[in-house]
């Protein structure tokens, strides 16, 4: 079974500055996808960007940008240049590749980020 | 991009009735969907994975005759909380993933399920 741990229940950034969140998990699989999901107050989950296990180079998306550690399996985000409206619950998932059947997302518990002026 | 909607978004009932909560994938077909159930200020808890055309599969712990889920067609699943009760208060969120991109789920807005 895999499990995934964030240990940042809640962190804070002022706007314009970086953040980072971090992910740790475990798993005896060697192909897998890794995801960063933003909750705002909404609670329409959004992704914020995905890794494929495979691939050694670090996703990017604009502002979000992530550091994985394969060996140390590590996933932490990254957020530059904060805005108000990345206020949110972040959270990591972990989702087996597998094509044939349904792959299902494990998720951290997550962490509260707020953006403060 | 792709776009899942959950009907209601909320609802109010009274205890010992039935509840159905629609989930619906609007421009995409998808074979399975996914239905969570999340309590204030914690993760996504996975209920059980809705197929097309065939049973769900429930998570342990998760009671089958209580969480009826219904997957009909390759856009709609629904979920029915029967004979509900207070602690089944929560919001239910469901996902849905491409038939073609299996890698992908796309989530609903969710819905906040409170029982009198």
Same mark, same amino acid.
């Given at each position: 079974?895999?499990?995934?741990?964030?240990?940042?229940?809640?962190?804070?950034?002022?706007?314009?500055?970086?953040?980072?969140?971090?992910?740790?998990?475990?798993?005896?699989?060697?192909?897998?996808?890794?995801?960063?999901?933003?909750?705002?107050?909404?609670?329409?989950?959004?992704?914020?960007?995905?890794?494929? &296990?495979? +691939?050694?180079?670090?996703? !990017?998306?604009? /502002?979000?940008? @992530?550091?994985?550690?394969?060996?140390?399996?590590?996933?932490?985000?990254?957020?530059?240049?904060?805005?108000?409206?990345?206020?949110?619950?972040?959270?990591?998932?972990?989702?087996?590749?597998?094509?044939?059947? &349904?792959? +299902?997302?494990?998720?951290? !518990?997550?962490? /509260?980020?707020? @953006?403060?002026? | 991009?792709?776009?899942?909607?959950?009907?209601?978004?909320?609802?109010?009932?009274?205890?010992?009735?039935?509840?159905?909560?629609?989930?619906?994938?609007?421009?995409?077909?998808?074979?399975?969907?996914?239905?969570?159930?999340?309590?204030?200020?914690?993760?996504?808890?996975?209920?059980?994975?809705?197929?097309?055309?065939?049973?769900?599969?429930?998570?342990?712990?998760?009671?089958?005759?209580?969480?009826?889920?219904?997957?009909?067609?390759?856009?709609?699943?629904?979920?029915?909380?029967?004979?509900?009760?207070?602690?089944?208060?929560?919001?239910?969120?469901?996902?849905?993933?491409?038939?073609?991109?299996?890698?992908?789920?796309?989530?609903?807005?969710?819905?906040?399920?409170?029982?009198?």
């Amino acid at each position: 079974a895999q499990t995934v741990t964030q240990s940042q229940p809640e962190m804070s950034v002022q706007e314009a500055e970086t953040v980072t969140l971090s992910c740790t998990y475990d798993t005896s699989e060697n192909n897998y996808y890794l995801f960063w999901y933003k909750q705002p107050p909404s609670r329409q989950m959004i992704l914020v960007i995905r890794q494929e &296990a495979y +691939k050694q180079q670090n996703a !990017t998306e604009n /502002r979000f940008s @992530v550091n994985f550690q394969k060996a140390a399996k590590s996933f932490s985000l990254k957020i530059s240049d904060s805005q108000l409206g990345d206020t949110a619950m972040y959270f990591c998932a972990f989702m087996r590749m597998n094509t044939g059947t &349904a792959s +299902k997302l494990t998720f951290g !518990t997550g962490t /509260r980020l707020q @953006v403060t002026l | 991009g792709a776009v899942v909607s959950q009907h209601p978004s909320w609802v109010i009932c009274k205890s010992g009735t039935s509840v159905k909560i629609e989930c619906r994938s609007l421009d995409f077909q998808a074979t399975t969907m996914f239905w969570y159930r999340q309590f204030p200020k914690q993760s996504l808890m996975l209920m059980a994975t809705s197929n097309e055309g065939s049973k769900a599969t429930y998570e342990q712990g998760v009671e089958k005759d209580k969480f009826l889920i219904n997957h009909a067609s390759l856009t709609l699943s629904t979920l029915t909380v029967t004979s509900a009760h207070p602690e089944d208060s929560s919001f239910y969120i469901c996902s849905a993933r491409d038939s073609v991109n299996y890698n992908e789920q796309f989530f609903g807005p969710g819905t906040r399920l409170t029982v009198l």
